[in-house]
């Protein structure tokens, strides 16, 4: 048996065997495919799950025969997150057929199908490939832009891409391929050659074999080769090698592995985008110009791919097999006739690269034509055309547009070829492995030879390419790579599996359950093996492994199983017997470290691989071993570890750690047999063969070695310190101890051993990684483990020092003397002792601890990568303490050594930490805070440093947290515990969605009441902005237009019953004027406040015109045929219902093409609303999303609010873009921007409007001359001879004069390259008239002949063209102040110009004017009047006045007029300089027009002026009025809108009803969330909503077109802050300091807001500022630039706040009174003890300190001493609460626990007070000192009386232990005498505390030499010791005990 136990010794045992069936063929059994699609007749889907209808399955079985049985292939990679996180499954792609299925599952996980795909035709290939979406194409940009992940599905005539977001593409390919790669950058694909391809005709050149495809919408282009030749000049061509195959290509490191079918012998190239030299080369455009005939070759290449995949088949085509593309096997089986792509639909093409062509080539495969590849890549096409090459030429001819590539690939390597190769040695398999020390290996299979070929390769230092080294041969029939653990599996020729790392040899894998291979052949009969052999083996594996069952068969239909493999010569030569049994076949599908072995009976068995450790300590220890040892020797090390730790029946958890001492002191040359601490480490029995080889035992009755056993164990030494042990006074046995001593003495190491020479070094590393370990509370067990490993290794080097460190810190575990081993003399000096080496031990407390007090100190060692924890702590503690800033940016060398194997190089390497701050860094503390996030550093690692080492960060935090800045990212602010702040930064990364705030009202709450369209309003918010009333009430019920009206007609006598229904119909005609206006206000309100469900359409409430009529509720009807309604009297209104149904949808909402098409309503009266709807879509920015076509459709229809809607709204969602393609569609509708030949359109009038008001949007601010030129004309268009444009000229001139005003916004007197245009004298022209100009440019044909009917002369007709001239000077000069054309508008002060000028103009004038001087603007009522002319000021009359002023030469009735419209365009001025600012001075001025115009009209003189011209001003004035107070819902306001909503009769027609609900839309625009800006852009779309010209009528659009109105949402920008409790999640108030910037009119100023309020603009503000004393205070710092803030704005203005602790809400306790009662226990007082825990849910919601007060400060009957404990806990939490300093809890309890054990004696190591001592050197170091001088103001970081009563407990008990016996002890150990062991504990605290130095540093004259304290003082400077800690060791040196003490207790530093 013994040789079975050798086998034994070397084998690797694998875990977890399970049986492996691909998870898809089975789910591909019940997959509806196309035949049971077929019998059911059912739609195709690319994912379908039923798996019913068995009759349909049975029907589809009987079809298939043999021949169509699929082959099936899969591939496993593992499990890739959506996240990113890691993820322990694997992920498998299995092809079966047309089907591909995708599923993910592991062990832990069920396995679950994720998608599956069905295509038309048989897949060739599924696989993987992340394509990269970014425009930019250099190599460097790679990594950093965003990926689209992708699975691709190769069929013979195209490719299919779904990716992962679900959108689909299809390429068809212009040529048959044999294979696809998934490279770094997109697909690679190889051309398949026949061998009849002859190139025909003339001989040219061959056409390349390999091409790239970067994206699914991009071209397949073909890659370029760069190879080197002998010479050294490399040669750059297309890959045309066909007898090039692609065996492998790597995704990272990118690289391609070829072989060359003649040559026999594989290449390694790299592959890497084109470089521009290249590409020149290749597409033969070099300087001297190509040779005609290559000219031909490329582009015959080109014309030769791109008509392939246009689809006409060449005729004399090298590609023979391309006509199997058209003549598909189409087969019954296959319902192709509908695509199962959806590709076409999804219209994802659209963007890739913005340009209109690209649309084209995702329906079919045409590849793009050169236009859009010009306009795609600019930069490309300086490349492809070098100066002299006819480029004008390539754009006339697509066909010969060349192809350029994108890919090379660029030689590194190619295998020696050596005479003996075999014909086919191609290899079947190839893949990447690195060893357990991290070389890489290119590993590749060659079946032929039964040989694996390991190249070594590295990267260089630059880091740019690969260097290859020498090739190892490794006999295998098959391998496979297991990357978790660096190692490979091969399998021999003899069967047996092997474990290899690189090219070293581990170990056989045993597999339980398969015999191994060497026992069977070593049996001498042949057998067949059965199940039954192999006892072992669970019941599953048995069948598994039976004889061929029913388990292989997977189908019904029988097939021939392909037996050739198993006769196949190599297994016959020495595997006789193997025919048999079941063996191993091959290896497949690694991932991580499972992998699946294919048996030779054709099943599967998935294995997973051990692991190289579990535990943390032993994998922390390895990596550092590894580290520090060379790598042969590392990799040796690691080997025989791996071995011992996975051997069959391998170590438990618990005790992998005595394994690895073993393992690894006998690699050292330990006897670990003798030496006594590792002899008796219990393996739970497990002793396997390997550990322990079987003594014979020298008799059965037991020997005295057993009862040394028990006594030298764990469990011995347990019971020794075992409480009972010691009540009952068990002393040990002294004399086993002795005899045990003797026993060890001759112990010495074996000097042969692998790691004997390297102890040191070992030792030292492992010292670092149990400093590190000190640094993590978590890991105390581990410390005290390798305490032991270090102690022994320490004292067999004799390494005094540090076993007098480890004595420190663990007094019970570290006796002072101990079993040690020699090593000969004449071995250690082939001990290696590195550089690094100290004899001092390095302590990281030590270090801290000298840091603190300000004394210098050697850097600190490390090793990168295993000690991150010292080394973040050494870095902070010289930032923080020492101030030294450059410590973590650039050079930390003065405080880390790094250690390394190598010696120093010349060049220094750049350390990983360099480390680029933040813009607002500010202190050292925010310094630190920052720094140690960007190093990953977090919270929970926080809390696992001990309290000492983390107080200095946590000081830092706690002055950080006061006063963070706005940007900092979202883990600094974790760090720092500001949640709001963190919550902030995480909202703001995330895609713009639903928000806080979004209401979620359920439907159905809804559906009993009509709805109103304002339901989804977030009344949250409102009834915190407007808490006192119910003005939202009552706005919603202005502004409802779904309910019926109440008609109140009183019936008189003499009026019949028909003739009161008329009067009632009459009435209700009336009221709906106002009616149908309601909807543009409603827009207003409900502007952008809902997100809509994608799934069902928008719900648009119904426009309701009929009415109730009292008191019987009668309804009353327009429709009855009683009186005359108006035809299409509500086209408009609708319109307008449909824009405020569409304007509710949020900007951020999701949307998409198919919604917005599928929102179209079936029948022909609701067009109108859609037509609304589509132009409110483009206001918010979703119509962008709608295709082209679906664009183009609604366009065809020819209906004609369709057209207006949606011009309009592409024009604004396409606002100052120049977008060429919608330019293209805006010119189809206006005549003038066609050329003068073409065919005339038909075009309505109200379209063209609306065109060229969107050409005004579209080119807005772009002064763009050849639009401004057409424009200009286009305001003086003559009618034309048949009529055509006589009707409602004004309008079309007022769009061109506003269009005209847009394209030129502001541009003033600076208008570029346009100045022979004379735009502002052409415009001054058509304001005041006079003779027509000529018409110039190309239009003047169209005007030649007069109109037939309307008799203009040559004279301008002022009427129509004043007003859109006027505007566009208002909006070119907007701003500028400029005089002489402001000038040009004055009103004209003689009664004679007077008569010239209609009143109303006088308005625009007024307007124009005063918005040019715009900074002349001042809110009060002077500033109005002095607009006035001084004629009109003294004659006119004052409207209260009874009797007239008689004068003859005026005309009263013109001065009065001119007088209410030269101030209402003065009042409409200032709504425009103060929209949105809510002035005060601006709203009580426009306030007192308003209220005076309103007593005008009841005036009895009014009639001069006209009520409707008086009407007219009043609304005027009041839409200013709601201009200045927008989004504020002001009550005056509301007031003026409510009464005039009441107004139904006389003058008031459907105009005024507009512009006062529109008012009142603007006063809550966005139920408050909106206000109005005042930019030049919203000033211009104001100019256009509130043009003051209302419509007469609902149908009337003759001045201004009515869908201009909502322009308005182009000037709304939003602006409320809504503070949200961070805790809650509710919106709450909270107070704000707003400072302005300084101007010319107002000093820098603070202004108070209590939020949720509307903010200024944000231009105006320097800094926001949440106040406290609440709430945490936050500033948001808008001197930076306002873009964060603008973020939160957009997001509904959410800014998460957190309330301080004791403080409530301001809706709990308004006034701030209960929050008293934490103010007056806050301040310390004595009462401070009778603080009561239930207290303290007024401090903080904390569940953590809520639980801590329940459980740990409510006193209980008969406490008795706890009394005590609870008073210091209750203080403890209560200090910690008010401070805001919960995290210093724990602290304050471990403090406190730790110096009651002290008093108690028990304290075994002394790590606690070495952190105690920390706290104390830190509160008294000098930075602390500084910052506390700096900043008095802040509160104490942790209780100033905790600490001096910390100080002198500690000190007493100490001192007390010194005088009962503890003088001896600390003398002995000074003197270097052994001391009693019960004192050990408390020695090792008194050396610890008091900073005792080593008895080897003490000065070597000798102690007792000293006679006075001042000598000794002296002679202990320089050792650093406190003079504290001096007075207590005087009386021990000088010999004079007591006095010297008594004086120490009263010690002046205590």
């Not at 399970?18 to 049971?36: I, M, S, T, W, Y």
């Amino acid at each position: 048996m013994s040789n079975f136990y050798e086998e034994r010794a070397t084998m690797i045992a694998a875990g977890d065997l399970q049986e492996f069936v691909p998870f898809g063929r089975d789910h591909c059994k019940h997959h509806p495919n196309a035949l049971n699609l077929q019998l059911r007749q059912l739609q195709p889907a690319s994912e379908l799950w039923s798996s019913d209808g068995a009759a349909g399955l049975v029907g589809s079985l009987q079809e298939v025969t043999i021949h169509e049985k699929q082959k099936e292939s899969w591939q496993l990679r593992k499990g890739v997150s959506e996240i990113g996180e890691e993820v322990d499954y694997d992920e498998e792609l299995y092809v079966a057929g047309n089907m591909v299925i995708w599923s993910k599952g592991s062990k832990s996980q069920a396995l679950a199908v994720y998608k599956a795909f069905t295509v038309d035709s048989a897949v060739q290939q599924a696989l993987w490939c992340d394509f990269i979406i970014s425009q930019d194409k250099s190599e460097k940009s790679y990594g950093s832009h965003e990926v689209e992940k992708c699975i691709c599905i190769l069929q013979s005539s195209c490719i299919n891409m779904h990716s992962i977001e679900g959108k689909d593409y299809i390429a068809s390919l212009p040529f048959q391929v044999a294979n696809v790669w998934p490279t770094k950058y997109g697909l690679l694909f190889e051309r398949s050659t026949s061998s009849h391809e002859v190139p025909p005709g003339p001989p040219r050149e061959p056409l390349p074999t390999m091409f790239s495809m970067l994206h699914p919408l991009d071209e397949i282009t073909p890659l370029v080769c760069k190879s080197g030749s002998l010479f050294g000049s490399s040669r750059v061509q297309y890959v045309v090698d066909q007898a090039m195959k692609i065996v492998f290509l790597n995704i990272d490191p990118s690289i391609v592995m070829t072989y060359d079918t003649v040559q026999n012998a594989h290449s390694v190239w790299t592959l890497r985008r084109v470089r521009a030299e290249e590409e020149n080369v290749v597409l033969k455009f070099s300087e001297q110009g190509g040779t005609p005939q290559n000219v031909a070759t490329s582009s015959s290449l080109t014309a030769h791919l791109r008509s392939l995949s246009k689809g006409d088949s060449p005729v004399a085509s090298p590609f023979q097999n391309y006509s199997s593309i058209h003549s598909q096997s189409r087969s019954a089986s296959s319902p192709s006739l509908h695509s199962r792509s959806p590709s076409i639909s999804n219209m994802a093409a659209l963007s890739r690269a913005h340009s209109p062509a690209l649309g084209v080539h995702s329906f079919s495969g045409v590849q793009r034509f050169s236009l859009s590849s010009h306009n795609q890549s600019p930069k490309r096409q300086n490349i492809s055309h070098s100066p002299n090459s006819n480029s004008s030429g390539s754009f006339l001819a697509p066909e010969t547009e060349p192809i350029v590539p994108e890919l090379c690939i660029d030689h590194l390597w190619t295998e020696t070829i050596t005479n003996l190769r075999e014909k086919n040695s191609q290899a079947s398999k190839v893949f990447i492995t690195s060893d357990l020390c991290g070389q890489k290996f290119l590993c590749f299979l060659v079946e032929s030879q039964v040989q694996l070929r390991c190249v070594k390769f590295q990267e260089s230092n630059d880091k740019t390419q690969l260097i290859f080294g020498s090739v190892t041969n490794i006999h295998a029939k098959d391998a496979a790579p297991v990357e978790k653990i660096d190692t490979m599996l091969i399998l021999e020729g003899s069967g047996n599996l092997v474990l290899y790392t690189g090219v070293v040899r581990v170990g056989k894998v045993f597999i339980p359950g398969l015999p191994a291979p060497s026992l069977m052949m070593s049996s001498t009969m042949p057998r067949p093996s059965t199940p039954l052999d192999s006892v072992s083996t669970p019941k599953p594996l048995s069948k598994l492994l039976g004889s061929l069952d029913e388990v292989v068969l997977l189908s019904p239909v029988p097939e021939l199983r392909d037996s050739s493999k198993l006769h196949d010569s190599l297994y016959n030569e020495d595997c006789t017997f193997q025919q048999f049994g079941t063996y191993i076949h091959s290896v497949r599908d690694p991932v991580h470290n499972r992998v699946t072995l294919e048996l030779s009976n054709g099943s599967m068995v998935r294995i997973t691989i051990p692991e190289v450790a579990t535990s943390e300590l032993v994998q922390t220890c390895l990596q550092a071993i590894k580290f520090i040892l060379p790598k042969e020797v590392a990799v040796q090390m690691l080997v025989k570890w791996y071995n011992v730790h996975s051997a069959p029946g391998g170590p438990s958890y618990h005790s992998e750690w005595n394994l690895f001492v073993i393992c690894l002191m006998n690699m050292m040359g330990y006897n670990t047999d003798r030496l006594a601490w590792t002899r008796n480490f219990d393996f739970e029995g497990s002793l396997s063969p390997v550990i322990a080889p079987k003594k014979a035992r020298p008799s059965e009755t037991g020997s005295d070695d057993d009862w040394e056993y028990l006594l030298n164990s764990d469990y011995h030494q347990n019971v020794e310190s075992h409480l009972l042990n010691r009540s009952l006074c068990l002393s040990s046995l002294e004399i086993s101890r002795v005899k045990h001593e003797d026993f060890s003495q001759n112990l010495s190491l074996d000097s042969s051993t692998l790691l004997f020479t390297h102890i040191p070094a070992i030792f030292f590393v492992l010292h670092l990684v149990y400093e590190e370990l000190k640094l993590n509370t978590l890991m105390g067990e581990g410390i005290r483990s390798l305490v032991d490993l270090l102690v022994q290794l320490a004292r067999d080097l004799h390494l005094g020092p540090y076993v007098d460190h480890y004595y420190r810190d663990y007094p019970t575990l570290v006796r002072t003397t101990g079993q040690v081993c020699t090593i000969d003399q004449g071995q250690t000096g082939f001990m290696h002792h590195p550089s690094f080496f100290t004899s001092e031990p390095p302590s990281i407390y030590q270090w801290v601890s000298s840091c603190l007090k300000g004394e210098g100190m050697p850097p600190y060692p490390y090793l990168p990568g295993i000690c991150e924890r010292s080394r973040l702590v050494v870095l902070s503690i010289a930032l923080y303490i020492l101030g030294d800033e450059s410590s973590v940016s650039d050079d930390a060398s003065k405080y880390l050594l790094k250690i390394t194997i190598a010696p120093p190089k010349a060049q220094t390497e750049q350390e990983e930490n360099s480390f680029q701050h933040p813009a607002s860094v500010s202190s050292l503390a925010e310094r630190l805070v920052v720094w140690m996030t960007s190093v990953g550093f977090t919270l929970r690692d926080l809390e696992t440093l001990p309290f000492g080492i983390a107080l200095p960060i946590r000081d830092a935090i706690y002055h950080c947290r006061e006063q963070p800045a706005s940007d900092w990212p979202e883990a600094v602010c974790l760090l720092i515990g500001r949640q709001d702040l963190s919550k902030q930064a995480c909202e703001g990364n995330l895609p713009r969605g639903k928000s806080v705030l979004s209401s979620d009202v359920p439907s159905g709450t809804e559906t009993e009441e009509e709805d109103d369209g304002m339901n989804d309003m977030n009344h949250e918010v409102m009834s915190l902005i407007w808490s006192e009333d119910l003005r939202v009430q009552d706005v919603r019920r202005l502004l409802q237009s779904a309910h019926p009206v109440r008609v109140n007609v009183v019936q008189y006598p003499e009026l019949s019953d028909h003739e009161f229904i008329e009067e009632k119909e009459n009435r209700l005609l009336q009221l709906c004027q106002r009616t149908m206006a309601l909807p543009v206000g409603r827009g207003m309100f409900t502007l952008f406040s809902y997100h809509p469900v994608p799934t069902e359409p928008l719900p648009i409430p119904k426009l309701n015109l009929t009415g109730r009529a009292p008191p019987r509720n009668t309804t009353v009807d327009l429709n009855s045929g009683n009186i005359d309604v108006p035809p299409n009297m509500t086209s408009w209104a609708s319109f307008h219902n449909g824009v405020a149904a569409g304007l509710k949808i949020a900007p951020a909402s999701q949307i998409d093409s198919a919604w917005i098409v599928y929102n179209k309503p079936k029948h022909a009266e609701l067009a109108n609303e859609y037509a609304g709807f589509l132009m409110a879509l483009g206001l918010n920015g979703h119509l962008t999303k709608l295709a082209t076509l679906n664009i183009h459709d609604y366009l065809t229809k020819g209906h004609e609010m369709t057209s207006i809607g949606l011009l309009l709204g592409v024009s604004a969602a396409k606002l100052g873009t120049m977008d060429m393609s919608i330019t293209r569609l805006l010119s189809i509708h206006i005549p003038a921007l066609l050329p003068p030949t073409s065919t005339e359109l038909d075009v309505p009038h109200n379209v063209q409007v609306a065109a060229v008001v969107g050409i005004g949007l579209v080119y807005q601010g772009t002064a763009h001359r050849h639009t401004a030129e057409v424009l200009l004309a286009e305001i003086g268009r003559p009618p034309g001879p048949e009529m055509e444009y006589c009707t409602d000229r004004e309008s079309y001139s007022l769009a061109a004069g506003l269009a005209l005003g847009m394209v030129c916004l502001g541009h003033g007197s600076n208008l570029i390259g346009m100045s022979d245009l004379n735009v502002p004298e052409q415009l001054y022209q058509y304001m005041v008239g006079g003779h027509r100009r000529f018409q110039v440019g190309t239009h003047r044909e169209r005007h030649k002949s007069p109109s037939y009917q309307i008799k203009e002369g040559d004279t301008i007709n002022v009427d129509v063209t004043c007003p859109g001239a006027t505007l566009a000077l208002a909006m070119i000069y907007l701003k500028t102040n400029n005089r002489s054309i402001a000038d040009w508008l004055r009103a004209p002060d003689t009664m004679y110009l007077l008569d010239f000028v209609k009143p109303e103009f006088l308005l625009l004038r007024t307007l124009a004017r005063c918005l040019i001087l715009w900074d002349d603007i001042l809110p009060n009522s002077k500033w109005v009047d002095s607009n006035v002319p001084q004629i009109i000021r003294e004659n006119s009359i004052s409207l209260s006045e009874i009797e007239l002023p008689c004068s003859e030469d005026l005309n009263l009735e013109t001065l009065s007029q001119a007088h209410v419209y030269i101030i209402a365009g003065a009042c409409l001025s200032l709504g425009f300089r103060f929209a949105g600012s809510e002035n005060l001075s601006a709203f009580n001025c426009l306030h007192k027009f308003a209220k005076d115009f309103m007593t005008y009209l009841s005036a009895p003189n009014a009639s001069i002026t006209g009520p409707y011209n008086l009407e007219t001003c009043l609304s005027v004035v009041l839409l200013s009025l709601a201009m200045v107070m927008a989004g504020s819902g002001n009550l005056k306001v509301l007031q003026l809108c409510r009464f005039l909503h009441m107004k139904t009769g006389g003058e008031m027609n459907y105009g005024f009803h507009l512009a006062h609900h529109m008012a009142l839309g603007l006063l809550y625009l966005g139920g408050g969330r909106y206000s109005l800006s005042t930019s030049n852009s919203s000033i211009a779309a104001l100019l256009c909503a509130l043009y003051p010209h209302f419509p007469a009528h609902s149908t009337d659009n003759r001045y201004h077109l009515q869908a201009l109105r909502h322009l308005y949402v182009l000037a709304a920008e939003p602006r409320l802050l809504v503070p949200v409790d961070v805790d809650t999640n509710t919106p709450c108030y909270a107070l704000l300091e707003v400072t302005y910037k300084g101007t010319q009119w107002y000093e820098q100023t603070k202004e108070e807001l209590m939020a949720p309020t509307l903010l200024p603009e944000l231009h105006l503000l320097k800094q926001i500022k949440v106040k406290g004393p609440r709430y945490w205070e936050l500033l948001i710092d808008l001197s930076k630039g306002t873009q964060h803030l603008k973020s939160i704005l957009s997001k509904d203005g959410v800014l998460y706040v957190k309330l301080r602790a004791g403080q409530l809400s301001y809706k709990e306790d308004p006034m701030g009174w209960q929050s008293l009662l934490a103010q007056t226990v806050a301040n310390r007082n004595s009462e401070a003890r009778a603080f009561k825990p239930e207290t303290i849910s007024a401090f903080t919601s904390d569940p953590a300190l809520l639980s801590f007060a329940e459980y740990f400060c409510k006193p209980t009957v008969n406490m008795g001493q706890k009394q005590e404990i609870l008073d210091l806990f209750s203080s403890v939490l209560y200090e910690c609460v008010t401070q805001e300093t919960p995290e210093m809890l724990p602290a304050y309890i471990a403090m406190d626990q730790a110096i009651r054990r002290l008093g108690r004696r028990e304290l075994s190591e002394t790590s606690e007070l070495w952190q105690i001592k920390l706290v104390l050197e830190f509160f008294s170091s000098r930075s602390h000192q500084e910052r506390l001088q700096n900043h008095p103001k802040q509160g104490l970081f942790m209780n100033s009386e905790f600490l001096p009563v910390v100080k002198c407990t500690i000190d007493n008990t100490l001192d007390q232990w010194l005088q009962a016996g503890g003088d001896t002890c600390v003398h002995a150990y000074l003197s270097g005498q052994p001391c009693e062991e019960s004192q050990l504990s408390m020695l090792a605290c008194f050396l610890v505390y008091h900073s005792v130095p080593a008895p080897r540093h003490l000065p070597p004259l000798g102690l007792e030499g000293s006679t006075s304290f001042a000598e000794l003082l002296f002679k202990f400077k320089q050792l650093k010791m406190p003079v504290r800690a001096l007075l207590r060791l005087a009386p021990l040196l000088l010999g004079n005990p007591q006095p010297m003490v008594m004086w120490g207790q009263s010690d002046p530093e205590r």
